[in-house]
């Protein structure tokens, strides 16, 4: 079993920054994709932000240019620089990850989720 755990959310103004951070821990063998999605009320989960083991990413086209994700393998942790934040980036955002066993087995794993609110 693998907790993913996250922190950083919280209440600012439009413009200002945040930084998410998930940890993953557990009976952990590897970790592959990492990512972040965001949920709205009245709205689907979306994808953010993804990051491979080996640093490639992938952005939302709402968020480029804007947000960065990162990740320290060797904490098995993922980031997510929330810069020039609007009102419409206000959601809970859930940590994903993508854990291996020593067998290969895959499984994916969610975060509790962070609320990110920016005010206008």
């Known amino acids: 079993q693998v907790q993913l755990v996250e922190s950083g959310g919280g209440l600012v103004q439009a413009g200002g920054s945040l930084r998410l951070s998930c940890a993953a821990s557990?009976?952990?063998?590897?970790?592959?994709?990492m990512g972040w999605y965001r949920q709205a009320p009245g709205n689907q989960r979306e994808l953010v932000a993804a990051?491979?083991?080996?640093?490639?990413?992938n952005y939302a086209d709402s968020v480029k240019d804007r947000f960065s994700v990162s990740r320290d393998n060797a904490k098995n942790t993922v980031y997510l620089q929330m810069n020039s934040l609007k009102p419409d980036d206000t959601a809970v955002y859930y940590c994903?990850?993508?854990?291996?066993?020593?067998?290969?087995?895959?499984?994916?794993?969610w975060g509790q989720g962070t609320q990110v609110t920016v005010s206008s």
């Open positions: 994903n990850a993508q854990a291996y066993d020593i067998n290969g087995f895959r499984s994916d794993y």
């Open positions: 990051i491979t083991r080996g640093g490639n990413t």
């Open positions: 557990g009976s952990i063998f590897r970790i592959g994709n």
